[in-house]
């Protein structure tokens, strides 16, 4: 699996536990490293279309 697909999985793994979970500070940072997995993902998307070319 590469790299980027794995860390979009992580993000919505992430989002998961955040809609789940009852503590609103565990949520917020939950939905925080959601969005810095999906920034990694661009990143790393990125850089493989990069190399393709």
């Known amino acids: 699996m ?3 697909k794995a860390t979009r999985r992580q993000a919505q ?3 998961r ?3 789940t ?3 609103a500070l565990v949520a917020n940072q939950m ?3 959601a969005r810095a ?3 990694q ?3 790393l998307k ?3 279309k990069k190399k393709k070319r």
């Open 37 to 39: 997995f999906r920034s």
């Open 2 to 4: 590469k790299m980027a």
């Open 46 to 48: 990125k850089k493989e």
């Open 21 to 23: 979970t009852a503590d």
């Open 41 to 43: 993902a661009d990143i």
């Open 17 to 19: 536990v955040a809609l």
């Open 13 to 15: 793994t992430a989002e």
């Open 31 to 33: 939905r925080s490293l």
